[in-house]
Structure formats: C-alpha cells, structure tokens
C-alpha cells in the first residue's frame, strides 16, 4: 500500500480519531501487547545488553553492506539459490510474476510479509491471473475483507472478534461465532487444503546471514513453515538491510525480537533455510528465489541520520507504543508501514510528494525510542524529516534548536501517553507542540503539510481545555 | 553492469556520501553471545520442562528408549491417534519403534518410497509426526531439529500432534549455546527448525490460541539423563 499525500491522511486521520470504537480496540490490544512484553522483557537478565548487542551488530552490518550483499549472493548461489537484485517495487513485481508465469504457477501462498505490501504484490500477481492466499490469520482476514494489514505484525488489530465473526459467516458461510479458537479452526481447515495445492509460496526474511547463507523465518502459526516447505517454488523477499555477518550473531537478535514483538521468549517456528531440497529430500522447494530489494533504502543509507532507520526489525513495537497510532490505527497512514518507524520510512520508498507530511504525524513523546529493540532514535529522525522536508534541509535553519523545545513539551506528552483518557488533549497538545514552529522565526514560512496537519487535528479537547492553538488556524 | 554490481555502486556511493566510513571493527571485536549459565542435568532438565509446559507443551518421561516408546503409544491411543509417521532417529533405532508401535495397533506409514508429492498427500492424513531432535534449550522449552531426507522437516508441521523424542543430555542452556553447538558449517547443508511449543497465532483481539497451521499438540519424550 502506497501513501497518496497529505490529504487523504488528514481525511482518514479525522475519520479515524473520531471514531471512538477503532481507538477501543486498539488501545486494549496495546495494552495486551505491553502486560506481555513487559513480563518477557523483565525476566530476561540480560536483556539490556543484548540490545545493545544487537544495536552493534546492525550498525556494523549497515556499514559494511556492499561487502556482505555480496557475501550472501555467494553463498545462496553456490546452493543453487536464484538471487535478484531489485531497483525498485516494479523491478521486484515483474521478476516474481515472471518466475511464477514461467513455471505455470495458478496459485501462490503468502506469509507475512510487510516488503511484499510495500511493492504491492498482490495485486500485480492477480492481474496476472495468479491467486494470492495470504495464509498469517491476521493477513487472510484482512485480505477476505479487501483490506491492508493496519499493524505490522497484529495485522487485524483494528478489529474485534465479532467483526471477525461477521466476516467469516459472510464470506465463508460459516455458522456466526465470535469464539477465537472457533474462527481459527476455520481458517486451519480452508487453508490447509491451499497450502497442499500451491505452486509457489512467498515470504519475507528476518535476517540472512552472509557468513553461511542462511535465510530465518520468525513466525507463529506454521504458515510460513508450509510456504517454505510445500510448493515447489519458494520466493524469499527482502529489503538489502536484512543482512548480517555471522551466524551466532543471530542468538542476540532472536533472544529480543520475539520479546518485544509479542511477548514470548521465542516465537513458535524460527526456520532456517538453506534453498532448494537435496535430490533425495522428500519436500522443501525444488527452486528457491531470494529477491533483495532497494526501492528507495540506498537513499536512506546516504543521509547519515536517516541510515539509523535501517537497523529496524519491524518488531511492531513502536506502533503499539505510539499515542497517535493508538488513536488513529494504521489505516490512516494509508502506508505499508504506519505508525513511527513508518512516518520514516515512507517518505523515502514511495517518495516525499506521497509521504512527506507523515514525519509531521507525531507527537515526538518518545515512547517508540524507549521501547525499540535497537534504540532507534525515531524523534530525532523525524525531527530530521521534518526539517528536510520543510526546508528542503538547505542547512539554513538552526535546527538543532528545535529538538530542545520540543524535549521540553515532550515531558508532558510522556506522562499523557500512560493515561488514555489523557491522550483525548493530543489536539491540545500538537497544537502547543506546533505552535513554536509556526511563530519562532526559524521556521518562518509554515510549509503546505505542516499547515494541513494543523487545520486538521481535532481530537476532542477535554473540558478545561483553554483553546487549542490547532483549532484557531480552522 | 548487472543489477547487483549497480545496487554494490549505489550503496557504495550512499556509504561514502555520508559520514566517513568507519574502519570494519577488526575481527573479533563484535559482540561475543551471552554466556551460558553453568546448570546441572536435573536443574537443565526441569528448567526446559517448565518452559516447554508454559508454552502449552508436555513432557512424557521415560527412563529409557523402550519405556518411551511405550509411553507414546499409550499417548496416541489416549488421544484417538490410529496412524503415525516416524522419522529416522538420531540414536533411537526408528524401525524398531515403528514396528512396536504398529504392534500397539497404531498405523504407522512408511514415507521412505515415494516422492514429494505422493510424501505430502500420506503425511497430511497421518495423525502424529514422530521425530528425534537434535538439542532442546532449556530457557524457552524450544525443541531444535535439522532436516535430511529420512527426516522430512513436513515430519513435525503437517500432522495435528506432533511428538519429539529428546535425549536429556542433549539440552543446552540457551540460545546461544545450541547456535554454537550446530555451527555455520551445519547450518548452511541442512534446513533446521526451532520449534518452540504447538503453533499459535494472537491475531484475534490478542488472545492467544493454540493450534492454527502446525500442529495443534506437542509431546516431548524425554529419556533419562544418561549422564548420570
Ligand atoms: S523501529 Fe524499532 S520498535 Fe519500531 S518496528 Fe523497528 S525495531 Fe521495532
């Protein structure tokens, strides 16, 4: 899913923040996620250092890169691997669909991958005549409802049992039940019989280790197990930062990923994958495909702030983190990545036309800082963002003044974030937030998003609320 | 220039257009995997069957092969199992627990005559996946298995109950331990799985459930510690 502009984000922000029901479900279900990263987290000893462990890892496998791309290629072809380099989301389209064509593949099984919603696979597979079953329950539920995922990793998040409920006895003509365990049953019964039946299955990468050629898979349901080990044909995707060096690199990534991202010590399944089966094996693909895509991270990699958002595991924690995208839930970022790390990301892949206005889409609270497993500085990157996108990061504008002030109103914004019933003033708040931009000199000319996002803010304001400075540019 | 040495030049050219490069860390110098905590066979093994317990896992004990054999039939007939597939044993002998399986009355498949296709459709009606594994790790309850052709990884995701086989002296302490211990040479010739209790999912408001595409019950068979 691609950004399409300020606009249709300020409609679905509005929409969004108004519709008291959306921030129910998505305020529980953070709070679900928090009560158990919170116990996995704090019976870990060394859980701190293994951050910091992992931080290292990632910056060093940022800065040599070229070298351990190439690494990685090497090794996955001398197994018989296919590796494709993408330049961009048609590049990585146009190769999968060609490789399923040319094997006369009719239906592809997925697992969860956020790298193929950024390319929009799905769609150009189906123009090609080739079904695409997403398999993760959340991603099949979203995708029998004709809908992007709206979480990272809970990609159903934003709706509650019933509606899974409703969805299910309309689309599958199933008895109507809200039971969870009911409504998984039948989604392991129609699927079982997709995955036995697929010619090609298709999932991200966690990481892909240079030094042995490993792919791993983290997941939960089995799913991309059964993507990875059915069909003949296994494509693999990847954005070109999920390589790193070693393999025993891995046990400081694998002991805090599944931690932060759902609260278990590890996930169910971690796969990994060596390419195609042996000729004596009795399953595994015959043909395995790793595609490494660029599509925009080059440019990431050449602004020496912006490179930090590089080391992200898409763990998900940010989102559930952040008090806008609790209120709003991830559907009005209308991105394949919403919520902070998305806000950064975005504008590089899909372009500062579609997705400029989102690093403007934060309260800077610096709750998505505290919570990520490898400390990205995501206010800093924003505020960088931000100042790129306003003055075109002409070198002008004494920035570095900005990130105090705003230090000063965040304080406020963090103890706010704790309190639900507090994050109602987030109107007030941005405004008070904005506010010093719009009228301190250094920011003279209020940039045409910045404006837009200012107009538009209308949580409601609790009572007391003296006005909020948001309101008056209406 | 193919796409890769163009995608080499383009990260090269971002790399050197940002901050100086800093020199690659000289080897040896990243960081080093957390120690392994010094724990005794009966501490390790208590550990792992709390943690395999926690994550809706269940250990059947046994003293020895024989007994643990009988330990899984009496399982599947518990459970309505009738057929079973059996993969080949790391130390336990598989054709001989498969023929005392079958003399319980349990239908065990042979899956070493056919190809995947044909291996796929069998594994699919069959009610229980048995496997040795190779290391469990006692922190998370996680059972780690390495694939070959006797030992299809289908084994342990197709069938609704899967039991593993696991010698006691094969648990390790963490993560990092089993990592060292398989090594970069191993992983990179053979598929390997970290299985950490039955599938689950939390997509539905967060609430977990047991049993979404793998299997829906996991056993552990746990042999003695033979280092005692
Ligand atoms: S930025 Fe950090 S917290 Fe957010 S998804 Fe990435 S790794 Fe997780």
Redesign the pocket.
């Known amino acids: 899913m691609e950004p399409s502009g300020p606009d249709a984000f300020y409609a679905a922000a509005a929409r969004a923040a108004a519709d008291r029901e959306l921030n129910r479900k998505l305020e529980n279900a953070s709070t679900r996620h928090f009560e158990h990263l919170a116990v996995a987290v704090s019976e870990f000893a060394p859980y701190q250092s293994e951050r910091d462990a992992a931080r290292r890892i990632k910056e060093e496998s940022i800065e040599r890169l070229d070298e351990l791309l190439a690494e990685l290629k090497q090794r996955l072809e001398a197994r018989g691997v296919k590796v494709f380099f993408a330049e961009d989301a048609a590049a990585a389209r146009d190769y999968i669909v060609r490789v399923a064509r040319q094997a006369g593949v009719r239906r592809v099984v997925k697992g969860k991958s956020m790298t193929t919603e950024e390319i929009g696979l799905n769609p150009a597979l189906e123009q090609a005549g080739i079904e695409a079953v997403e398999t993760d329950l959340g991603e099949y539920i979203v995708q029998l409802r004709r809908e992007p995922p709206s979480h ?1 990793i809970t990609p159903a998040i934003h709706l509650s049992k019933e509606d899974i409920g409703e969805l299910f006895a309309e689309k599958l003509g199933t008895a109507y039940t809200s039971d969870p365990p009911a409504l998984t049953a039948v989604a392991r019964e129609r699927l079982r019989e997709v995955f036995l039946s697929a010619g090609m299955g298709i999932t991200g990468v966690n990481f892909a280790v240079a030094e042995t050629g490993t792919l791993v898979v983290v997941e939960n349901e089995g799913n991309g197990r059964f993507c990875t080990t059915s069909p003949d044909i296994h494509v693999a995707v990847m954005g070109i930062e999920k390589v790193i060096p070693r393999f025993e690199d891995l046990s400081h990534f694998l002991e805090i990923l599944a931690r ?1 991202a759902t609260g278990q010590r590890l996930t169910a399944y971690t796969s990994f994958l060596s390419g195609p089966r042996a000729a004596d094996d009795r399953d595994g693909p015959r043909e395995t495909h790793l595609v490494v895509l660029d599509n925009g991270r080059t440019r990431m990699l050449a602004d020496p702030v912006l490179r930090e ?1 590089l ?9 559930n983190a952040c008090p806008v995208y609790r209120h709003i839930g991830g559907h009005a970022y209308k991105s394949a990545y919403p ?3 998305g806000s950064i990301v975005s504008p590089s892949l899909f372009g500062a036309g579609a997705a400029g206005h989102l690093p403007f889409a934060s309260t800077l609270c610096g709750a ?1 800082k505290e ?4 400390k ?1 500085d ?1 206010p800093r990157i924003l505020l960088h963002l931000r100042w790129k996108m306003t003055e075109g990061g002409g070198g002008q504008v004494a920035w570095p003044q900005a990130p105090a002030r705003v230090r000063a109103a965040a304080g406020w914004f963090a103890r706010a974030a704790r309190y639900p019933s507090m994050m109602r003033a987030a109107g007030r708040i941005g405004a008070f937030l904005l506010k010093p931009f719009g009228h301190d000199g250094y920011l003279r000319r209020m940039p045409g998003p910045f404006a837009a996002w200012t107009r538009v803010r209308d949580f409601p304001v609790p009572s007391g609320g003296n006005g909020a400075s948001g309101r008056e540019t209406k | 220039m193919s796409s890769f040495d163009h995608l080499i030049s383009r990260i090269r050219q971002s790399l050197n257009s940002g901050a100086p490069r800093e020199p690659a860390a000289p080897n040896g110098a990243h960081p080093q995997p957390i120690a392994q905590p010094d724990l005794g066979g009966d501490e390790l093994r208590a550990q792992f069957v709390a943690a395999l317990t926690a994550v809706g896992g269940a250990a059947i004990e046994a003293a020895g092969e024989s007994e643990a054999i009988e330990k899984i039939a009496a399982l599947l007939r518990s459970r309505a199992a009738r057929s079973a597939a059996i993969g080949e044993g790391i130390t336990t002998d598989s054709a001989s627990a498969a023929a005392r399986l079958s003399h319980e009355g349990i239908n065990v498949s042979v899956l070493d005559t056919c190809g995947p296709a044909l291996f796929k459709e069998q594994l699919a009606r069959v009610d229980a996946g048995i496997v040795e594994v190779d290391y469990a790790i006692a922190a998370t309850g996680t059972l780690v298995m390495a694939a070959n052709s006797a030992r299809p990884r289908s084994l342990s995701l197709l069938p609704p109950i899967n039991i593993a086989i696991l010698r006691s002296d094969r648990i390790l302490p963490n993560l990092a331990a089993v990592l060292s211990s398989i090594g970069p040479q191993n992983i990179a010739a053979h598929p390997v799985v970290m299985v950490t209790g039955p599938s689950r999912t939390a997509d539905i408001e967060k609430r977990i459930v047991i049993g979404v595409h793998g299997p829906k019950e996991l056993y552990v068979a746990l042999i003695g510690d033979l280092r005692r």
């Open positions: 990272i932060t958002a080391y992200c595991l898409r763990c998900g924690a940010c989102l919520g902070p790390i998505c919570v990520c497993p490898v990205i995501i």
